[in-house]
């Protein structure tokens, strides 16, 4: 399919494609318009349009977001539990932590 649309537009032929799969668009398109439930977020080349935060949170299907939280401390009845620990969590990733069990019976 890809040969046949550039013998196209190598004869002059304009050609809308509707396409989801960047790899098959960026090779062929001059130009996109990318659409977002029916509205315009971006009209242009397609590495410029594909740099937009609104074209990348369309294309994920959610906004990029992050949640980021310093130096917590947690309490076990009067002790400490953890103390000064931090992390950041990021869409579309899995955050995790472990503790071992009854590790402050042994101090």
């Not at 799969?21 to 080349?45: H, M, P, Q, S, T």
């Not at 947690?74 to 590790?103: P, R």
């Amino acid at each position: 399919m890809v040969p046949v649309m550039e013998r196209f537009t190598q004869a002059g032929l304009t050609i809308i494609m509707i396409e989801h799969r960047l790899r098959e668009l960026f090779r062929l398109a001059n130009r996109v318009i990318v659409l977002n439930f029916g509205r315009k977020i971006a009209d242009g080349a397609p590495a410029d349009a594909m740099e937009m935060e609104e074209v990348k949170a369309a294309y994920m299907g959610t906004e990029v977001v992050s949640l980021e939280a310093k130096n917590i401390m947690l309490f076990y009845e009067n002790a400490i539990a953890v103390n000064n620990f931090s992390f950041t969590a990021e869409a579309g990733k899995i955050t995790g932590t472990f503790g071992l069990t009854a590790q402050a019976n042994r101090v």
